[in-house]
């Protein structure tokens, strides 16, 4: 050990190693009971592999309002890590580091966790939390080890059986009636990553008031090291499976408006789950709703390399490619796509020349948004006296087209910051805003009695959603669902084809009512410390100097949403958040932001034109401004960043 301290003291003098890794480096290795730390640090530290020791130790993996996310298999895999190896060619052990997802990041998350739900439900009873992962690298050894972990420390366990969806979690932990829950998780990020999403007892992710104080009880801890209670105290763990799935199943399918669309439906459907956890309700549910599905068999191997794309995201065409290639053989008529945890959608659409078209995540939710606001009035769900009570929630870098939708249906709308959990926050508020003796056990209650106690005592939320593919149109989950969404999208299809339309062309006769709106999503990523710095310094940039001018058109208007008290539609105020929003003077608007979750800062573009028939025109128009506007703002980054 004095030989390894002294080389790392040396490589912090020379400027190779940062101070706050050399900081962290010690905190680790006092604080964590496996060798395998100590041989990596030293094998590192010995092949002078700087780089890495700075990417791992740069920082304490903090746990966030949305938990914690980092790499768990590091650029350099030491030969302690790689030991015996694992399945899926994996390491045995994962990434050594205070900055890396690994067993002493994840003991501290949930036994920070355990300590506030603890201390929430008081005495009286065991705490109960529910545990589920993804098909990623050690998503199941750490989901393993957080329900033993919550037995040995007195709560009572709920774990899945295998790997299962982000949004099954969160309707599990509201059906179980828990107070906490728990995926392992990094969603769509690369397959070197993985995470820890927390969710309390509302079936959402933590928001105030209990954020902060889960937070600091997750920091506070500092070795992996615990006691467990007494045998006589400890928890049971109970494994879920097919009865759980049944019901989340059977409830999803109160998301149809107008089931009889669907009846003879002969639609043929490509699936592919992208090796993630999609096919385990959305196959056997669009088999059910009468869609023929085909499903993709080199992708539906569950694998956490994620072997045939390069990114497991739906909303790249390049991870559909191979569902688009059997929809071709097939003559399919819809490519869906879902990422690991299955709470994004992604959507390939034959059109009516038979060309299968790339949806956008806004156009997606602006198709589901129209139809079930035209469909709410056509069933009675909705009527002239209810619809001010009926809303969309959505996020602000979320389109426009939607909030056009809204105003003709005469329906609200509520803009949120980034993150789903500021939806699910308001569906919270929805919620307790009904009448104590009026709602008795709510979510035992069926969604018509439910949505008729919004409708006369709060609001009722028809659909919402984010531009990066996801989507909600109930309130019995409290995140984003791709199984749902696939579920009111069949519906979308169904209404298309009964119509004698496609949904690509359904989607044009919206743009030539409400005008052609195009988005587009462009991010810069800087990896690793130096390039958190960047991004970081970048932001602040913005911020400190917003732009007065951008391809030569004046700005009208900037909101910064990390120092303004801003207020949202219901006047609530907003969190600051570091986002500052710039609306040019000819109608173009952008924001810029970084991502809570990946190593890049994130630029969204958003252009629009009068309602016209003539759309050819209009899309060429557009589409040339938002190149033109994505050229001066990456000049005027590149300039901040000299």
Request: some cysteine; aromatic content about 8%; hydrophobic content about 40%.
């Amino acid at each position: 050990m004095s030989d390894l301290a002294s080389t790392l003291d040396q490589a912090t003098k020379d400027g190779l190693l940062l101070p706050d890794a050399r900081k962290n480096i010690d905190l680790l290795l006092n604080a964590s009971t496996s060798p395998v730390v100590l041989a990596s640090v030293t094998e590192l530290a010995v092949r002078g592999e700087w780089e890495e020791l700075n990417d791992r130790f740069f920082k304490t993996l903090a746990f966030g309002t949305g938990g914690l996310r980092g790499r768990t298999i590091g650029r350099v895999v030491t030969t302690a890590e790689q030991g015996e190896g694992g399945p899926n060619e994996r390491p045995e052990h994962p990434c050594s580091g205070t900055a890396s997802m690994n067993f002493f990041n994840v003991s501290r998350a949930v036994r920070g966790l355990i300590a506030y739900a603890k201390r929430h439900v008081g005495t009286e009873r065991k705490p109960k939390l529910v545990f589920a992962h993804d098909t990623r690298h050690f998503s199941r050894d750490f989901a393993e080890f957080c329900a033993k972990v919550a037995s040995e420390l007195g709560c009572d366990a709920w774990l899945f059986e295998d790997a299962r969806s982000t949004p099954q979690l969160s309707f599990a932990v509201r059906d179980l009636r828990a107070d906490a829950g728990v995926v392992l998780t990094a969603s769509h990020n690369p397959s070197h990553d993985n995470g820890f999403k927390a969710y309390f007892n509302d079936g959402a992710q933590i928001v105030e008031p209990h954020a902060s104080e889960i937070i600091a009880e997750v920091n506070a801890i500092e070795s992996e090291e615990y006691d467990a209670v007494a045998d006589d105290q400890r928890g049971r763990i109970t494994v879920l499976g097919a009865e759980a799935d049944r019901g989340y199943m059977d409830r999803l399918k109160s998301l149809l408006m107008q089931p009889s669309l669907l009846e003879g439906a002969s639609a043929k459907v490509v699936f592919t789950n992208l090796h993630g956890t999609g096919g385990q309700i959305t196959v056997p549910m669009l088999k059910e709703l009468g869609f023929e599905v085909l499903t993709v068999p080199e992708q539906d191997v569950r694998d956490g390399r994620f072997p045939t794309v390069a990114s497991p995201n739906p909303e790249n065409a390049a991870a559909l490619e191979m569902g688009i290639a059997l929809a071709e053989q097939e003559g399919a008529e819809i490519v869906i796509g879902t990422d690991p945890d299955s709470d994004r959608m992604g959507v390939v659409a034959r059109d009516g020349a038979g060309v299968m078209r790339l949806l956008t995540g806004n156009q997606i939710g602006s198709l589901m948004a129209w139809y079930r606001a035209q469909a709410a009035f056509e069933i009675g769900w909705l009527n002239e006296t209810t619809r001010a009570r009926a809303l969309f929630v959505k996020t602000f870098v979320t389109t426009e087209l939607q909030s056009a939708i809204a105003a003709k249906f005469g329906l609200g709308v509520v803009n949120t910051l980034t993150g789903f959990k500021y939806i699910a926050s308001k569906l919270r508020k929805y919620e307790d805003a009904i009448p104590e003796d009026k709602k008795g056990d709510y979510r035992s209650l069926d969604e018509d009695t439910t949505r008729k106690l919004r409708l006369e005592y709060s609001r009722f939320f028809l659909f919402g959603g984010e531009e990066s593919y996801g989507y909600l149109g109930c309130d019995f989950v409290r995140d984003k669902d791709a199984n749902g969404a696939a579920v009111m999208f069949a519906e979308v299809a169904a209404y298309a084809k009964a119509k004698g339309t496609t949904l690509p062309d359904l989607l044009d006769e919206i743009y030539k009512e409400f005008g052609y709106h195009e988005e587009r999503g462009k991010a810069l990523v800087m990896e690793g410390a130096d390039g958190a710095a960047k991004i970081q310094s970048l932001a602040r940039s913005f911020s400190q100097r917003p732009p007065t001018e951008v391809d030569g058109v004046a700005v009208e208007r900037v909101r910064d949403f990390s120092v303004e008290t801003i207020f949202d539609e219901e006047g609530d105020e907003l969190p600051k958040e570091g986002m500052l929003f710039v609306d040019l003077a000819d109608g173009r608007s952008f924001a810029v932001r970084p991502s809570g979750t990946e190593p890049k800062i994130k630029f969204y573009l958003f252009a629009k034109s009068p309602p016209t028939d003539e759309l050819a025109g209009s899309k060429a128009a557009v589409s040339e401004s938002l190149d033109r506007l994505w050229s001066a703002i990456e000049s005027d980054a590149a300039e901040r960043m000299r």
